[in-house]
T-cell receptor, first 111, second 111 residues
Framework: GENVEQHPSTLSVQEGDSAVIKCTYSDSASNYFPWYKQELGKRPQLIIDIRSNVGEKKDQRIAVTLNKTAKHFSLHITETQPEDSAVYFCAATAAGNKLTFGGGTRVLVKP | NAGVTQTPKFRILKIGQSMTLQCAQDMNHNYMYWYRQDPGMGLKLIYYSVGAGITDKGEVPNGYNVSRSTTEDFPLRLELAAPSQTSVYFC??????????FGEGSWLTVV
């Protein structure tokens, strides 16, 4: 089955700086890669996703890049703000299969 | 449109007791999932279902059972509760295994 590894496990950045989280996946058939944000005590919520026919996708201050050859994808947050502090999860799935999540990255944005 | 609804939100169980966590979705999604999330940890898949009458084990199924008699409902049964089952349980649903929508979670403590 699919295996997703996520790094780093914790990330501390100064407000206004950029944050980058990286994930690798094992199943070359995977074609859908979402990112979820989970605030303390809340449910995970989808923030951005990318499909395997696209190399990069951007939504305001967040962007995701995908390298299918290397089987890795990354989340980029620019101009970080205190409200970006949360745990972020990457995930991967092949069509019609269950999502496999990475272990999560705890991001702390220091004012 | 309520999305994914879980009940109860909080529950304390004694060791050896049994209970059912209820989950319902009103988005006509075919896929439904149960995840558990231990404190400070990632999401582990317990069971999932690709449609009514079909269920399958995930990563950590021991001590749990599920059923999927309708498209809308996917209850999770805990038999003989153990302290190791203290966790937050998230029900989720998706259309064909892609974007997952989570319920608000059920906080379970076994004492």
């Amino acid at each position: 089955g699919e295996n997703v590894e996520q790094h780093p496990s914790t990330l501390s950045v100064q407000e206004g700086d950029s944050a980058v989280i990286k994930c690798t996946y094992s199943d070359s058939a995977s074609n859908y890669f979402p990112w979820y944000k989970q605030e303390l005590g809340k449910r995970p919520q989808l923030i951005i996703d990318i499909r395997s026919n696209v190399g990069e996708k951007k939504d305001q201050r967040i962007a995701v890049t995908l390298n299918k050859t290397a089987k890795h994808f990354s989340l980029h947050i620019t101009e970080t703000q205190p409200e970006d502090s949360a745990v972020y999860f990457c995930a991967a799935t092949a069509a019609g299969n269950k999502l496999t999540f990475g272990g999560g990255t705890r991001v702390l944005v220091k004012p | 449109n309520a999305g994914v609804t879980q009940t109860p939100k909080f529950r304390i169980l004694k060791i050896g007791q049994s209970m059912t966590l209820q989950c319902a979705q009103d988005m006509n999604h075919n896929y439904m999932y149960w995840y558990r999330q231990d404190p400070g940890m990632g999401l582990k898949l317990i069971y999932y279902s690709v449609g009514a009458g079909i269920t399958d084990k995930g990563e950590v199924p021991n001590g749990y059972n599920v059923s999927r008699s309708t498209t809308e409902d996917f209850p999770l049964r805990l038999e003989l509760a153990a302290p190791s089952q203290t966790s937050v349980y998230f029900c989720a649903s998706s259309y064909s295994g892609n974007t997952i929508y989570f319920g608000e979670g059920s906080w379970l403590t076994v004492v």
